[in-house]
């Protein structure tokens, strides 16, 4: 179904006084004057809906293009990806961030992208800690072996970490990358140095900090030689075994915290996500609908100066018209003033006022037009100064009008 269609089909259902002004009758001037406030602060919520819409959508849309590009797929098939992947715990930017991060690596396809996404957000969801910054920090494990998409190879260690150690993930990853070289001398990968934390940290009773302190020295001393390490920290073949088992036993840990914590979230975070998916989904419309925000803040003005003409050049000459018409203008712009002020107010009362504007307009758009053209050419005659700038409004709805009965 077109998204005019399922808008007008809403409003109708949900808005009595949608459906009083959509039925108003009588001369077209009539219509006009009395309505005038109510659709020129509609006009102006919507325009500034649409803008706010827009900029927020902007980054995020500059980014799918980029990943779309490179994947050489379209801008809607990475759309689905990415919301797809996204959750309430995984915000769509950072799943953007993270895939292009993946394609930075060598991720061509988009399944590859969404496992290395969607592992990064369970690890985050488990741990608390950030996915993107994780993934960033990721990259350093490359040195050990484990590269982008293979990261299933270190969740062993990661699980037994958060289990048994005041280690955070992000601290470990960090510190073991930073060690890469001298470990693969040594043959050892993230799952000894796994074992070698713990057992300091449960044996020795040392912090993490002092843990990894011992470590990094011993590494870096042991001259390629691993039982040279382990006699350095004082660990026995013993305590290594069992904390190698303790290791292999942890592959479920991320995995199960991770679900425990989702289970957290409210009914009311997932509402919100959700209608951040919707947005991001209808980033394309939004993008086009951008285009009426100069047009719909001149609605209001525009409208009030008409509806004067109606009333004679004498009374405009008497010096009425100026000062209404900046009244006009300022409570229109005190309006969206309000609006911007409260993020929450703008989003809720932007994509209301964007219905209702655009249906209010779109089922009345003869008679607006009519009026309008009517307007413009008496008071082009009257007020010379006045004619140009209401020649380009009339010219910006027109264009935008057959622009959207384009994409709707």
């Known amino acids: 179904m077109a998204i005019m269609e399922v808008i007008m089909k809403g409003v109708d259902q949900v808005s009595p006084v949608m459906n009083k002004i959509k039925g108003s009758s009588g001369k077209t001037t009539a219509f006009m004057e009395k309505n005038w406030k109510m659709v020129g602060i509609a006009a102006v919520a919507a325009a500034t809906g649409i803008e706010m819409l827009a900029r927020a959508n902007a980054p995020l849309v500059e980014l799918t293009k980029r990943l779309s590009a490179n994947l050489g797929i379209t801008d809607k098939a990475m759309k689905d990806l990415v919301i797809s992947t996204s959750n309430v715990t995984f915000p769509l930017d950072q799943v953007l961030t993270l895939m292009e991060l993946g394609t930075k690596q060598g991720l061509k396809s988009a399944e590859s992208l969404k496992k290395y996404a969607q592992f990064w957000d369970m690890v985050g969801d488990a741990t608390g800690e950030n996915a993107t910054e994780l993934g960033k ?94 006699e350095t920290l004082g660990i026995t073949g013993e305590m290594f075994d069992e904390y190698s088992s303790k290791v292999e036993e942890s592959s479920d840990v991320i995995s199960e915290n991770a679900r425990r914590n989702n289970e ?108 309008i053209s009517r307007s413009i050419d008496w008071i082009g005659e009257k007020i010379k100064w006045l004619g140009d700038a209401f020649q380009w409004v009339a010219e910006k709805l027109g264009i935008y009008k057959e622009k959207t009965a384009e994409i709707i």
Do not use: C
Request: net charge positive; charged share 20%; aromatic share 10%.
């Open 264 to 371: 957290l979230y409210t009914p009311m975070q997932k509402i919100q996500h959700a209608l951040g998916e919707m947005k991001y989904a209808m980033s394309g419309y939004i993008e086009t609908a951008a285009k009426f925000a100069p047009a719909l803040y001149a609605v209001g003005p525009a409208m009030k100066v008409f509806s004067l003409g109606a009333k004679g050049i004498g009374w405009v000459m008497k010096g009425n018209l100026i000062p209404t018409l900046i009244a006009a203008t300022t409570k229109v712009w005190a309006f969206t003033a309000a609006i911007l002020a409260n993020p929450l107010t703008w989003w809720v009362a932007g994509i209301a006022a964007v219905i209702t504007a655009i249906v209010l307009l779109w089922k009345n758009w003869e008679k607006v037009t009519e009026f």
């Open 137 to 230: 920090s990721a990259v350093a494990l490359k040195a050990l072996g484990i590269s982008a998409g293979e990261e299933g190879k270190a969740l062993q260690a990661f699980g037994f970490i958060q289990e048994n150690t005041t280690m955070k993930i992000g601290e470990f990853i960090n510190s073991v990358g930073r060690l890469a070289p001298e470990m693969k001398e040594l043959k050892m990968g993230v799952n000894e140095a796994a074992v070698i934390l713990g057992i300091l940290q449960r044996e020795f009773g040392m912090t993490s900090r002092v843990a990894m302190q011992e470590f990094r020295t011993a590494v870096t001393s042991a001259d390629g030689d691993v039982e040279k390490l382990k």
